[in-house]
């Protein structure tokens, strides 16, 4: 399995060529970028090819592609991805508009490749025993969900709305959205947000709240907010409270931390231990493409997941709840 | 200051107390069950007043101490404040914003002070946060996330259980969130929310709720009565730093029996002990106000603005809609 990083924009590109490279059954063959210092250094870290056009990358020997480019590039890297026949693991968010997404999920499905959607905190160990515990029955039916995935600006494309599609609501609504989706096997009815500018001055939104609902009568809350100051001791957070009938699961998905007090750093920092989540993803991806099977999160899930955030926007600047397919 | 107490469930129980500490003499006790009225008497030396008359008609009480279910609060202020008393109440103020506004126009009308324990306000975390964050130290505030709650709670004859009663934990419990995070982040301006008391029939409430302030900042607020224990915390997200705190990480005492001794299995019993409970505070200082003129911390227009976002909420959970609040203060 011959495997191409396409971008290196987002820098999840660098813990997923680091996951291909230790796969045994696959080769990171080629690394494209736009940018081609970025991409040459990038190439020389994991010691293969770099390659300046994405045309003679794609016409390269190479099976599969991950994309990690900005988010309104998903879609014509995707597109092109697929007719080459490549199978294709796509950064979240999928994709910036819902046309866009429907537009590469149809082109994989029509090319017969295989498309993932990189939902990685599926693969995170106390995720992974939450959705058991569910499965187990352990609370009952799930009644409502409180979330959290906050974070730090990230600045650079992300807080560019031409090139992120939105902000802090675009860029960590997905993770909690396609987890809920998850635990629950449901699909999101309606969506009410709140979205502000208030921690940053950037052209994006840099927090907000939403309110979902679900079929079945469920709810859910999520906190998508860059709200983490720089003095926080780590990135940020995935959490979930989840309320079923017969009990209740808190998850901190990154709390398996150390505490760290070191006098040459001005504030103390969370070091983490818990167990690499990019692995488990990027080696289901190459089983899926190997196989030429399903994989376990799809373009619809990635789509899914993306519509909860343009819902939320929708919401915002209508001051009402927004109801799916209405 | 002599007081005359009306209730000894669990509030009555406390406020029983936290006038005997603050130098209050407790009078009388009234409760519909005598030997509850009893009991907390018993503590502190007081009588038992056989009706609630007998406390009205005694020339020698000041202040009146209202600690009943939600639905009896109008009639009990409206008693008390005829006779002359002054009044302090139980949060929340009312179940409907009419009987909170009745209740404070006859304490007006009759010349009394009104007090409405809403002793949050009292709670030194809440108010270092609070102090923190005016003092700028997390900068412009941008999102604030608040919870409260644990287990259901039983109180007398089940009134909790029923909503029409309590008002379910929207207008019961995180009211103290609501009125802490309008005393510290100014008013509110529109309220979304979902609660399971609209979803079910269980003994089980949970309510998650948005607010948007004035200011553009915005809230969130859980509130549940689904879990186990008792739990509370908030975390305050600014434009240049970070407040938060959760109840369940501060056990400066943790008393842990061996389960051999404690007979069936080991509990840990957490305390985060402070020199004066903050019940206890806050009705000295109401005490103060009443004798000294002090300036109150919490008026009974706070406590009407509080009941005000709690309905909005609940309105909000049973239509679905945002809920915008009256602009205009009476």
């Keep these: ?326 | 200051m002599r007081v005359g107490i009306v209730g000894a469930g669990t509030m009555g129980t406390v406020h029983t107390g936290s006038h005997h500490e603050a130098g209050h003499q407790v009078a009388a006790i009234y409760d519909l069950r005598p030997e509850a009225a009893a009991a907390n008497a018993a503590r502190v030396g007081a009588a038992v007043a056989p009706t609630f008359e007998a406390l009205l008609s005694d020339p020698t009480i000041d202040l009146i101490d209202i600690c009943l279910p939600t639905p009896l609060h109008r009639a009990f202020v409206e008693k008390a404040a005829r006779a002359g008393k002054h009044v302090l109440c139980e949060k929340p103020l009312a179940p409907t914003l009419e009987d909170a506004r009745a209740m404070i126009d006859i304490c007006r009308e009759a010349g009394v002070q009104f007090y409405v324990a809403h002793v949050l306000r009292f709670f030194p975390e809440y108010e270092r946060a609070r102090n923190l964050v005016l003092a700028g130290k997390v900068g412009e505030p941008g999102v604030i996330r608040t919870t409260r709650g644990g287990i259901f709670p039983t109180g007398w004859d089940d009134w909790y259980a029923d909503y029409s009663r309590s008002g379910t934990l929207t207008l019961d419990m995180i009211i103290h969130d609501f009125d802490w995070l309008r005393w510290t982040f100014g008013e509110v301006e529109r309220v979304y929310a979902k609660s399971l008391s609209t979803r079910t029939t269980e003994r089980l409430d949970y309510a998650l709720v948005t607010l948007r302030f004035a200011s553009g900042a915005i809230a969130h607020v859980e509130g549940t009565w689904s879990h186990s224990g008792f739990r509370y915390g908030f975390e305050v997200a600014g434009s240049k730093g970070l407040i938060d705190f959760d109840s369940a990480k501060i056990q400066p005492v943790v008393v842990q029996k061996r389960a051999a001794e404690a007979g069936v299995t080991g509990v840990a019993v957490p305390e985060s002990p402070l020199r004066e409970s903050p019940y206890t505070t806050e009705i000295r200082h109401f005490g103060r106000c009443i004798e000294h003129g002090e300036i109150p911390i919490v008026t009974a227009y706070d406590a009407y603005k509080a009941v005000e976002i709690s309905l909005a909420a609940l309105e909000s959970a049973r239509t679905g809609r945002p809920v915008t609040l009256a602009k205009e203060a009476f």
């Excluded at chain 1, 031409?162 to 960590?172: K, L, T």
């Design chain 1, 1 to 326: 399995m011959r495997i191409a990083i396409l971008s290196l924009a987002h820098f999840h590109g660098y813990s997923y060529a680091a996951a291909v490279a230790k796969h045994p059954a696959a080769e990171l063959a080629l690394i494209w970028d736009e940018d081609a210092a970025r991409g040459g250094a990038a190439a020389q870290q994991f010691g293969c090819a770099f390659e300046p056009d994405l045309d003679r990358t794609l016409a390269a020997h190479i099976d599969a592609v991950i994309i990690t480019s900005a988010n309104v590039h998903h879609k014509e890297i995707a597109v092109k991805a697929a007719r080459a026949g490549k199978h294709i693991l796509c950064e979240k968010p999928i994709a910036t508009t819902l046309a866009d997404a429907q537009a590469m999920v149809a082109a994989a499905r029509a090319a017969g490749v295989q498309f993932m959607t990189a939902f990685p905190c599926r693969y995170a160990p106390p995720v992974l025993r939450v959705k058991q515990a569910l499965e187990q029955g352990a609370i009952g039916e799930i009644l409502a969900i409180k979330g959290t995935n906050h974070g730090r600006m990230p600045g650079g494309w992300f807080a560019d709305p031409g090139m992120a599609g939105g902000g802090a609501v675009m860029d960590h609504t997905v993770h909690v959205a396609d987890l809920i989706r998850w635990f629950l096997g449901k699909e999101f009815t309606s969506v009410y947000a709140e979205v502000a500018n208030r921690f940053h001055d950037i052209r994006v939104d840099d927090c907000g709240m939403l309110t979902m609902e679900l079929e079945g009568g469920a709810f859910a809350t999520l906190d998508p907010s860059w709200s983490r100051p720089a003095a926080y001791p780590t990135w940020g957070d995935v959490t979930m409270e989840i309320v079923g009938t017969k009990g209740t699961i808190s998850l901190d998905a990154f709390s398996q931390n150390l505490s760290l007090y070191n006098n040459d750093d001005r504030v103390a920092a969370w070091v983490p231990y818990g167990s690499d989540m990019d692995e488990g993803l990027v080696n289901d991806f190459i089983a899926a493409a190997a196989a030429n099977a399903r994989p376990p999160i799809t373009g619809e899930d990635g789509l899914r997941a993306m519509e909860v955030a343009l819902m939320a926007y929708e919401s915002a600047r209508t001051g009402a709840p927004v109801i799916r397919g209405a």
